[in-house]
């Protein structure tokens, strides 16, 4: 049985970044020139540090020289968060953007509207959200279910108070 590159060096690093206490979110491999570009996307309910992606890039680095993962030409490795506009398609995503704005486009059979809301709750089957109002109007509420959503993704927000800011 063959397995893909993607593939095999997912089973050879999701260790690695299980180790960090982190989650692979994502493998990408691509051509940048004449050298490879192996693009490592981690994450965790608290975020990813800077410090955090450093270890684990050396670590990664560690453990492809002593395998033929990349093949025999020179490649780049990249090791990073996803960034806050990346795309919600797990739960867990869901979850850690629990009061964040996210864009929602819902599905055809849902409706096909498209939904700016801020998420209060996510259980097992969708999400409680809370719609701003327009124009002075008071915010709503609405219950999506996980079914119903499209594409889903976090709103960048420049005046939004960060957890850290409202705890101190």
């Not at 490592?40 to 680095?61: F, H, N, Q, T, Y």
């Not at 704005?101 to 259980?123: C, P, S």
Request: contains cysteine.
């Amino acid at each position: 049985m063959s397995t893909t590159q993607s593939d095999r060096l997912r089973g050879l690093l999701e260790p690695l970044v299980h180790a960090k206490d982190l989650d692979l979110e994502e493998i990408e491999v691509s051509r940048a020139g004449r050298r490879g570009l192996l693009r490592v996307i981690v994450d965790s309910d608290e975020g990813v540090e800077l410090d955090a992606c450093a270890e684990l890039s050396r670590a990664i680095s560690e453990k492809l020289d002593e395998t033929d993962a990349m093949g025999e030409g020179e490649y780049v490795l990249e090791v990073s968060s996803p960034g806050a506009d990346r795309p919600l398609t797990q739960h867990r995503h869901y979850v850690r953007a629990t009061g964040r704005l996210v864009k929602l486009q819902l599905a055809e059979a849902a409706g096909g509207d498209e939904v700016i809301a801020r998420i209060l709750t996510v259980d097992d089957e969708g999400l409680d959200l809370e719609v701003p109002g327009v124009k002075g109007r008071k915010p709503t509420a609405r219950r999506v279910a996980f079914a119903d959503i499209a594409k889903a993704r976090v709103e960048i927000e420049f005046n939004r108070k960060d957890k850290k800011e409202e705890e101190a």
